[in-house]
């Protein structure tokens, strides 16, 4: 069984990706309240005692989606990260059942990322990050609830921001991005939508920007992937189904 299902797929630019805040569908009976709040109490203890950084913010919750008119269009509500931990991360078994929409299904974003001399790049989650440690992995985030003048960020604008906190990339350094799709992963249910984007930078520029990103403590090496090498680094190493899903993406649609 692959680690990833494929949600909805094509090439979405900015235009044909659409985000659509609706009424929130989840609420949690007393006993999963009470096992969300056990878990986070534990997390934020072993948080302190091994100085990690762990925040409960909110994140907006894939509530459905569908193309339309070759659209990708995604419907979101709200959770946070506490909700996420307590359901899809420790008890996924709680859709067994109430069903997958039982649980936080916090939406993420991840990026295939290809440098101006056609390598990719990737990332080893280092132990200051809650999950996937140890495993290769790609620029990516939580779709984090955030504004900016009154406005709430729009994908696209939080993609940037995921590149230049981990990466240190400008919007000036991308050449292009675009939308692949969205998946989700099948032990834990959580859904990611992922992307393709191509830098200016060579692949030592990269590296080097990289080294000084705010968020770099994220993770451990990097990884310089030839084109013509990507299939033996996917087959042959550790990846996240995230990952994993994002390059069969980018086989399917490039």
């Known amino acids: 069984m692959k680690s990833f299902e494929i949600l909805a797929s094509g090439i979405f630019p900015k235009n044909k990706l659409k985000i ?37 913010g909110p994140i907006f919750r894939l509530e459905n989606h569908e193309i339309k008119n070759g659209k990708l269009i995604v419907y979101v509500s709200e959770t946070n990260f506490k909700e996420l931990m307590g359901t899809n991360f420790y008890h996924p078994e709680l859709a067994e059942k109430y069903g997958k929409s039982y649980l936080s299904n916090a939406l993420a974003l ?72 969205l998946i989700r992963n099948t032990i834990h249910f959580k859904p990611e939508l992922v992307f393709y984007t191509k830098t200016f930078l060579s692949a030592s520029e990269v590296t080097e920007k990289i080294k000084t990103a705010q968020d770099g403590y994220e993770h451990e090496e990097v990884a310089i ?30």
């Open 20 to 56: 659509v805040h609706t009424k929130r569908t989840l609420s949690y009976d007393e006993k999963t309240s009470a096992l969300i709040d056990m878990h986070w109490k534990q997390e934020l203890q072993e948080a302190k005692e091994k100085n990690k950084l762990l925040f409960n």
């Open 110 to 181: 991840s990026t295939f990322l290809e440098t101006s001399d056609d390598n990719f790049i990737f990332v080893k989650r280092s132990s200051n990050v809650y999950f996937g440690e140890g495993k290769w992995h790609l620029i990516a985030g939580q779709f984090s609830i955030e504004k900016k003048e009154n406005r709430t960020l729009s994908t696209f604008e939080v993609l940037y921001k995921e590149l230049l906190e981990e990466g240190a990339l400008t919007k000036e350094d991308i050449e292009n991005s675009v939308c692949l799709g």
């Open 225 to 254: 992937i030839k084109k013509n090498e990507l299939e033996g680094f996917v087959n042959s190493e550790n990846l996240t189904s995230f990952a994993q899903g994002n390059y069969y993406l980018y086989k399917k649609e490039l």
